[in-house]
């Protein structure tokens, strides 16, 4: 190998480790996941955490990322020794961390690395993380809110994040699919949900505005619930009322917020719409606005504290002369049964 070739490899892998942080920092487990081999390897024995596999790795990255508050790394050079199309080196890092717990410290780490040169440039083979120092004292600092930074929650999400937040939710066992607006979803849903099944519609904005709500509850398609729940009266039919709400074949609903590493965040005053979207449905099918991606669970969270809950109240104030509350929260970060939910993310804003 000439000493061209030896600096131009060394520039690329130390390119390749400063990609990790980037990816890292970023919550891009796609571009993360990418920068292994097939095959690669991260494997963090104090956590400990061992994937093998692109496919584990971005999981693996989405388990964790998704318990962050926020999180702080900094790689710096290390060595890295040349051996034809494979090398072996060690990157340096430093990391200020939060979880979403209450956990926090400061840790100095090593990682040891094997790399392999590809058709796309140099990839991670393996990447052995070793802790060398750790301090679980509480952090002095915070992650400050400037009020420039502040996001609107009223804003349609970019074309990248809406993939990102899509390819996550794929990762998590949803099926996920980004549509151009709500004309796309209303035909959708009804290429997603057949005729004669029993549906159940969540009460949302979204679901009036697009016109699903109608589509559903209106007509002899479907077998609608929420027309049945109303005829019936609550004072002597309650139980039949929690029965026909909680196991439909198809439960149809919004959201508070759809997070970039996964998650969806469901929310209810009374709770009665929850468990058929928790798993009692036997499908379920989310229809979500652009506004509505976040990057995380916690922004996800003040979402629905700061900007969907009063828009609620005050239409449920207007409606039933009652403001509305976050009583019951449904988080689902993963589907047990992939393939049961259906997560339909447009391109526009539309509803809370």
Aim: hydrophobic content about 45%; aromatic content about 6%; cysteine-free.
């Amino acid at each position: 190998m000439n000493d061209f070739q030896a600096v131009a490899d060394r520039v690329e892998i130390e390119a390749l480790r400063g990609e990790f942080t980037d990816a890292a920092m970023m919550r891009d487990r796609p571009r993360l996941a990418a920068l292994f081999t097939p095959d690669g390897a991260l494997r963090m024995p104090n956590i400990p955490v061992e994937l093998v596999g692109r496919e584990a790795i971005l999981a693996g990255g989405e388990r964790l990322q998704r318990q962050w508050d926020f999180f702080v790394q900094t790689t710096h050079p290390g060595t890295i020794v040349l051996d034809g199309d494979t090398a072996t080196g060690r990157a340096y890092i430093q990391e200020l961390a939060r979880t979403l717990d209450g956990r926090e410290g400061l840790n100095f780490a090593v990682y040891h690395d094997r790399y392999q040169r590809t058709g796309d440039g140099w990839r991670f083979a393996e990447r052995v993380y070793e802790v060398r120092y750790l301090d679980t004292s509480p952090l002095a600092g915070s992650a400050p809110a400037l009020p420039s930074a502040a996001p609107s929650f009223a804003d349609p999400a970019p074309a990248e994040r809406l993939e990102r937040a899509a390819a996550a939710l794929r990762a998590n066992g949803f099926a996920a699919e980004v549509l151009d607006d709500a004309a796309a979803a209303r035909a959708r849903v009804k290429d997603l949900v057949p005729a004669g099944a029993s549906v159940f519609t969540g009460a949302s904005e979204t679901l009036r505005l697009s016109g699903i709500d109608e589509d559903i509850n209106t007509g002899d398609r479907y077998d609608a619930i929420r027309p049945r729940v109303l005829a019936i009266d609550r004072a002597t039919g309650a139980d039949e009322i929690r029965r026909l709400v909680a196991s439909p074949d198809y439960v149809v609903n919004s959201v508070a917020a759809v997070t970039e590493t996964g998650s969806l965040v469901l929310a209810s005053a009374s709770g009665s719409q929850l468990p058929a979207n928790a798993g009692g449905a036997a499908h379920a099918v989310w229809i979500a606005g652009a506004q509505k991606v976040v990057p995380d669970l916690s922004t996800a969270l003040r979402r629905l504290e700061e900007h969907a809950l009063p828009l609620e109240s005050a239409r449920a104030q207007a409606v039933y002369g009652v403001p509305s509350a976050v009583n019951r929260l449904l988080i689902l970060n993963a589907d047990h049964h992939p393939g049961r939910g259906t997560v339909l993310l447009l391109r526009e804003a539309i509803g809370y």
